[in-house]
């Protein structure tokens, strides 16, 4: 039977849209407004109505991409945990193993990759090799990255460890929860 040994990790994570640019340019355009509104002979009130329509024009275009931004991540996210579980579905012969999955603390590295051990435990009479899925979320629990990770050849009656590891830098607090797992 082949066994399924190729590590995969396939994820994407929301960006906030950048606020100080915009910040920039509402206060550059104001000013600009103030400093040259008021020579075309336009009163400071009309002045600034036209700078706060800029800035409301400016916030509604930041807000937009900032959605556009999200719903990008979520659907690369189900996409990855999509292609997971395909291939999770495709082992010929698994079994449910999530009961003999165990996952420590998540930690992150020096590239703000977040990272996690993963402990199996084969209850079966023979070797066998365990393939892991481990979702990384942030503490409002939404999905910011998943993974994949194979742990071949375990002993029979033994247990092996491996290390999930986030497919890029994720911020803020991280938890690993245990997705799917078989055994095979």
Do not use: W
Request: aromatic share 2%.
């Amino acid at each position: 039977m082949a066994a399924h040994r190729t590590p995969t990790a396939t994820s994407t994570r929301a960006r906030p849209a950048p606020l100080l640019p915009v910040l920039v340019a509402v206060f550059t355009l104001t000013a600009s407004l103030v400093l040259t509104g008021c020579s075309d002979g336009e009163s400071p009130s009309t002045v600034t109505s036209k700078a706060a329509s800029a800035a409301e024009s400016l916030e509604n275009r930041a807000t937009a991409a900032a959605s556009s931004l999200a719903a990008q991540a979520t659907g690369a996210i189900a996409s990855a945990t999509a292609e997971i579980g395909h291939k999770l579905d495709g082992i010929k012969g698994g079994q449910d193993a999530k009961k003999d999955v165990k996952l420590g603390p998540p930690s992150k590295d020096s590239d703000g990759r977040a990272k996690a051990e993963v402990t199996v435990t084969n209850p079966d009479d023979a070797k066998k090799s365990f393939a892991v899925q481990v979702n990384f979320t942030n503490t409002g629990g939404n999905t910011l990255d998943s993974v994949l990770v194979t742990v071949p050849d375990v002993p029979a009656g033994g247990t092996s460890t491996a290390t999930a590891r986030s497919s890029h830098g994720l911020s803020g607090e991280v938890k690993a929860q245990l997705g799917r797992a078989v055994r095979y």
